[in-house]
């Protein structure tokens, strides 16, 4: 083989060998590669970031308003549930606390508790740094309820709500049906009912003529208003209305069809005393 060509032959293969074309490719697949991973090291970054400020975050359910006064309802509702069983006794904020297992509440909330929310509540009552329930009416037993019925009957105030008897008398249903017909039950038209004292003195006989004379005076068309006014008058009071009140709407007042008064601008204010009022005529000269 001829000489010459075997040295070309080589020095291709030199050129071949030194050219940079897989260092190249390396160097891509490389910088590729690099850049497939910081997408990654970016995901970890903004998570571990987003982990942060929800954790570091100023929305705290245990500290939010809701939560507190979640807490408050669920200490009376207990208070409520104790004094109705027949537990009456008062009770200190750690006792209530470690009773309705809110004992992870911080001290902020504890000092609210004590200083705010229990003192300022119309449903608890504060002797002496304890708290108890306080109902409407503090019934002890079923003697002290029909004693309410009866002062209201001769007060004219008419009934107790079942509801009221049952927050403030301890086992209120084993009193009420202990009492038997010595109450009466009306159920008003919105479900809720009242318990009236039976006064059976007032159970006689009419006379069958009276009776017709009662019947004869018609009042339909009279307005509940004035027959009140009437009896008034007479010396004897009606019985209050315990049902519930109805709430007039309010007319607005109309204003005048009057005509409305223009405002002008005034000018030449410095000329105030020497110019002349000429609206209601000429001036007649003295």
Not at 157 to 166: F, P
């Amino acid at each position: 083989m001829d000489p010459a060509l075997l040295r070309e032959r080589e020095l291709f293969k030199k050129r071949a060998l030194s050219t940079p074309t897989v260092e190249k490719r390396q160097a891509a697949s490389d910088s590729g590669s690099h850049k497939k991973k910081k997408p990654k090291v970016d995901k970890e970054s903004s998570s571990s970031s987003k982990l942060s400020s929800e954790s570091n975050g100023s929305f705290n359910i245990k500290t939010s308003s809701g939560y507190k006064f979640g807490c408050l309802a669920k200490i009376v509702n207990y208070m409520k549930t104790r004094h109705q069983n027949g537990d009456t006794h008062f009770l200190t904020l750690d006792e209530i606390l470690d009773e309705t297992k809110l004992l992870d509440i911080s001290m902020k909330q504890k000092q609210w508790l004590m200083n705010e929310a229990l003192v300022s509540n119309p449903k608890i009552e504060v002797r002496d740094g304890t708290y108890g329930f306080k109902p409407k009416y503090n019934l002890k037993d079923k003697k002290a309820l029909l004693r309410l019925l009866d002062k209201h009957d001769q007060l004219g105030l008419g009934g107790v709500l079942l509801e009221d008897v049952e927050e403030g008398l301890p086992n209120s249903a084993k009193a009420i049906k202990a009492l038997g017909d010595q109450i009466i039950f009306v159920t008003r038209p919105d479900k809720k009912k009242i318990l009236f004292y039976n006064d059976k003195h007032c159970q006689f006989a009419v006379d069958e003529e009276f009776q017709k004379l009662w019947r004869s005076v018609p009042v339909d068309s009279i307005d509940e208003d004035k027959i009140e006014e009437y009896l008034k008058k007479q010396g004897i009071s009606s019985m209050q209305e315990t049902g519930p009140k109805k709430v007039l709407p309010i007319q607005k007042r109309k204003k005048p069809a009057g005509q409305r008064k223009r405002n002008f601008k005034t000018h030449n204010n410095h000329l105030a005393g020497l110019l002349e009022d000429y609206s209601d005529g000429v001036p007649v000269k003295k």
